[in-house]
T-cell receptor
Framework: DGGITQSPKYLFRKEGQNVTLSCEQN?????MYWYRQDPGQGLRLIYY???????QKGDIAEGYSVSREKKESFPLTVTSAQKNPTAFYLC??????????????FGEGSRLTVL | AQSVTQLGSHVSVSEGALVLLRCNYS??????LFWYVQYPNQGLQLLLK??????LVKGINGFEAEFKKSETSFHLTKPSAHMSDAAEYFC????????????FGSGTQLTVLP
């Protein structure tokens, strides 16, 4: 079955440590996204990538970094510079350049807790 | 710039009752509107989308939404709630229809009472 796989599902981190969240998709989608979800705030876009080796900052990119070396993979690193990293992180993908779709396909999320 | 307001962060209905989740938007251009559903500890799934073809949009699981330009609204309804409908629902708007420009509302948690 095609889909998006995020790992780990739960992650605990000490303050000052970097942590990398994995996102892999086998939908053959060009575009991939990382969102952060906090209670009562909906989803906020961290980074997105339309093609391999290219990515753009979203609305809340500070303290995060990404790479897009392969079409299938879009890992997110939460750095020690992120002041409030405890959140639920969602990876998504979409068909790029397909006109009006607006449809995102989501993974099941990674819950990061900073101790 | 566009924005989305979901009225009511929590809504409770009895099983079999009408479900009405409210969404109002602001957009400087004709918007494209979406409803997504999120079950506990999972990602979001598209319920339905409005792309200017028809004002009444039917989605999955018996949900539908009506675009009302004069009221800048896109409320989600279902005639008869089922226990399996308990989830969080997000309204989203995009000025161009592209996924990159989606702006999400803050969500409405739907509880279905037996």
């Amino acid at each position: 079955d095609g889909g998006i796989t995020q790992s780990p599902k739960y992650l605990f981190r000490k303050e000052g440590q970097n942590v990398t969240l994995s996102c892999e998709q086998n939908l053959n989608h060009d575009a991939m996204y990382w969102y952060r979800q906090d209670p009562g705030q909906g989803l906020r876009l961290i980074y997105y990538s339309q093609i391999v080796n290219d990515f753009q900052k979203g609305d809340i990119a500070e303290g995060y970094s990404v790479s897009r070396e392969k079409k299938e993979s879009f890992p997110l690193t939460v750095t020690s510079a992120q002041k409030n990293p405890t959140a639920f992180y969602l990876c998504a993908s979409s068909i790029a350049g397909a006109g009006v779709t607006g449809e995102l396909f989501f993974g099941e999320g990674s819950r990061l807790t900073v101790l | 710039a566009q924005s989305v307001t979901q009225l009511g962060s929590h809504v409770s209905v009895s099983e079999g009752a009408l479900v009405l989740l409210r969404c109002n938007y602001s957009s400087s251009v004709p918007p494209y509107l979406f409803w997504y559903v999120q079950y506990p500890n999972q990602g979001l799934q598209l319920l339905l989308k409005y792309t200017s073809a028809a004002t009444l949009v039917k989605g999955i699981n018996g949900f539908e939404a009506e675009f009302k330009k004069s009221e800048t609204s896109f409320h989600l309804t279902k005639p008869s709630a089922h226990m399996s409908d308990a989830a969080e629902y997000f309204c989203a708007v995009s000025p161009s229809g592209s996924a990159r420009q989606l702006t999400f509302g803050s969500g409405t948690q739907l509880t279905v009472l037996p």
